[in-house]
């Protein structure tokens, strides 16, 4: 099974639980699964294991994807023709029961959400924009970091990354244009809540 324009929300998360079978997914193999140059399909799943519970409370989640994502991004920019990611982050698993708890809690809006997209726009999804896209998703990559120290702000740099993607996948140019007010939205966050006193105190 493969992430397709059709129902998209609901089809990368049921690819990655029959991934996982009855054990754990690695990133390794979602990005076997997609194929390493599906950058649609693959940062729709990595936004919304950052939004979705129970996912995205399990602590360093974000942070973890916050540099998947920032990796994928920048080799896309630059026009690597094979992504590469260090093993130790291929390695990384996420149990397939977690997967399951997510699909089951969120499963109805998933549907409401898929009802609502279709390809439109074209403009708005063309090499372009799919290029702003990923200039956009690093941005949003590296917020994550600092976002985790402010109670449920990650979520809106997950939530403008599983635009994004939802954008690409089935060639929605307003859901691409609404990824773009959500990055807005999620640096407008980081200026005025994180706390950068904390943050600077890591270096």
């Known amino acids: ?28 193999d979602l990005l ?12 729709t799943l990595l936004g919304l294991l950052v939004v979705v519970p129970p996912l995205g409370g399990i602590p360093g989640l974000p942070a973890v994807v916050g540099l998947i994502i ?6 896309i920019l630059f026009g690597a023709s094979h992504i590469w990611m260090p093993s130790f982050i291929q390695n990384q698993s996420i149990e397939t ?25 074209a403009w708005a999804t063309g090499k372009t924009a799919t290029y702003l896209a990923a200039i956009a998703v690093s941005l949003l990559a590296l917020l994550m970091i600092p976002l985790e120290l402010v109670p449920f702000a990650v979520s809106v ?11 690409l996948v089935a060639r929605d140019g307003a859901v691409m244009l609404a990824g773009f007010a959500a990055t807005t939205a999620a640096l407008a966050i980081t200026l005025l809540f994180v706390p950068w006193d904390k943050v600077a105190a890591w270096f």
């Open 1 to 28: 099974m493969t992430a397709s324009p059709s129902d998209p929300l609901e089809n990368v998360l049921e690819t990655a639980i029959e991934e996982g079978g009855d054990g754990d997914v690695s990133i390794g």
């Open 32 to 43: 076997d699964m997609f194929g390493q140059r599906s950058f649609g399909p693959i940062i």
């Open 70 to 75: 920032l990796l994928f991004s920048l080799q």
């Open 97 to 121: 029961e977690k997967l399951e708890q997510a699909e089951d809690r969120v499963k109805p809006w998933l549907k409401r959400a898929d009802r609502m997209i279709t390809e439109r726009l």
């Open 157 to 167: 740099p997950g939530i403008a990354i599983t635009l994004f993607g939802l954008g």
